[in-house]
């Protein structure tokens, strides 16, 4: 008889993580955590750069924390470094490099396929993905041959290049304001005023432009991308063109809607999950982080998440084993 877990985490960033450990905390012993990258925090991996600090209030929200995780904010390096101690602490079953393509229900058991072909069974499901895992991409079309000099984050921003910024969100504004130094930068988005940032990021960045080290090219929107010569001709509704070293897009991401449909996930009409105050979807489906729609971006929101669920799960939606439930 194939093992059958109490609980099947999808997605190790800080949401599943804090579920997880959450969990085991809470005395629950079969759980399991599914990661399609190599480590956790892919998200924070990929999209903060070195020695970045990492707030625990996000846009200036206080955020109490709830659970069993201490967060009080610090670098990209610390928030790793709590992350890595959690798990081997609380020893959680993490199969990285396992991406889900599809999850059924049979009777009371979720059954979670992997691009291993492995099949995995579980009685309570919570989706932790995070929306970065599927960056948002403008309208018009980009070039495959410029796919090296196209990017989502800044990872690949080798410094002393002429680089364009495009978005409004705080993941533009962050990007920008940390290549500045070794770039030249500009920041490119549609709309005449920033208002959507972190106003911590937005002074950040506005300090740079004072000093004429960041350019701002507001209230103009992108009409085409194209190839020259390996560089990147960008031409504007205002009728300007400007060529590029590089053009990094920092759009924010989508919910993951092909995965979703693959899943027991009840969707509303614009195929974003539904979730009540306690994270539920379904029954024994919970959604945590960025897709919950809570406060997407906290660090310290998508902790609780993990908190609320597991509490919610053994008070109220128990499908686990007698001893566990309480009432």
């Not at 997880?20 to 750069?49: M, P, Q, W």
């Not at 390996?230 to 509704?237: E, I, S």
Request: proline letters at 3%.
């Amino acid at each position: 008889m194939s093992k059958i877990y109490d609980i099947a985490i999808i997605g190790a960033g800080p949401a599943g993580i804090a579920t997880a450990c959450e969990a085991v905390i809470l005395g629950v012993e079969e759980v399991v955590l599914f990661e399609k990258s190599a480590n956790h925090s892919d998200t924070i991996r990929k999209y903060f750069k070195d020695n970045k600090p990492v707030d625990k209030d996000w846009k200036g929200i206080e955020v109490t924390l709830q659970g069993n995780i201490d967060f009080d904010g610090g670098t990209k390096e610390s928030t790793l470094n709590l992350f890595d101690d959690a798990l081997e602490k609380y020893l959680i079953d993490a199969k990285f490099h396992t991406e889900v393509s599809s999850i059924s229900k049979t009777n009371e058991l979720f059954e979670i396929v992997t691009n291993t072909n492995e099949t995995f069974s579980a009685k309570n499901m919570i989706v932790a993905i995070g929306k970065m895992g599927k960056p948002n991409k403008p309208d018009y079309k980009l070039p495959k041959s410029l796919s090296k000099v196209i990017n989502f984050n800044i990872l690949e921003c080798k410094g002393n290049e002429k680089v364009l910024v495009v978005g409004g969100g705080d993941s533009a504004v962050e990007f920008a304001y940390y290549i500045y130094n070794d770039n030249s930068v500009t920041l490119n988005y549609r709309k005449e005023t920033l208002t959507r940032p972190n106003p911590k990021n937005i002074n950040n960045m506005m300090q740079k432009v004072d000093e004429g080290k960041i350019t701002l090219k507001l209230g103009v929107d992108i009409t085409s991308v194209e190839d020259a010569e390996g560089k990147v001709k960008v031409t504007y509704d205002d009728g300007s063109v400007h060529t590029y070293d590089r053009v990094i897009y920092g759009l924010g991401g989508s919910t993951p809607k092909e995965f979703l449909k693959n899943t027991n996930i009840v969707l509303d009409e614009k195929g974003n999950p539904l979730v009540d105050h306690t994270n539920l979807n379904a029954p024994g489906v919970y959604i945590a982080g960025d897709m919950a729609g809570h406060l997407g971006g906290s660090i310290a929101s998508a902790l609780n998440h993990g908190h609320i669920i597991i509490n919610d799960i053994l008070l109220n939606h128990c499908n686990l084993d007698d001893d566990l439930c309480r009432s």
